[in-house]
């Protein structure tokens, strides 16, 4: 099992130098934080998808027609 070219014990000891720093009672506030990192970091690159998607949608519909008569 390979993830991101690091074998399970090299894993395991990151795992354990992390949970030596910030100890278990602190764990769970950071893996909220890196979540909502995530989180936060996938809306931003999805953020400028999504307004480019909108662009295009409005600028493939026709102009709305005045519906104004002038009369002379």
Do not use: C, Q, Y
């Amino acid at each position: 099992m390979r993830i991101f070219g690091m074998g399970l014990p090299e894993l395991l000891v990151i795992l354990a130098v992390i949970l030596l720093i910030f100890g278990p009672k602190n764990l769970p506030k950071l893996g909220s934080a890196l979540g909502k990192t995530v989180k936060n970091l996938r809306d931003g690159m999805g953020g400028d998808k999504e307004e480019a998607e909108t662009e295009e949608s409005v600028a493939d519909k026709p102009a709305p027609k005045s519906s104004s008569k002038t009369e002379e």
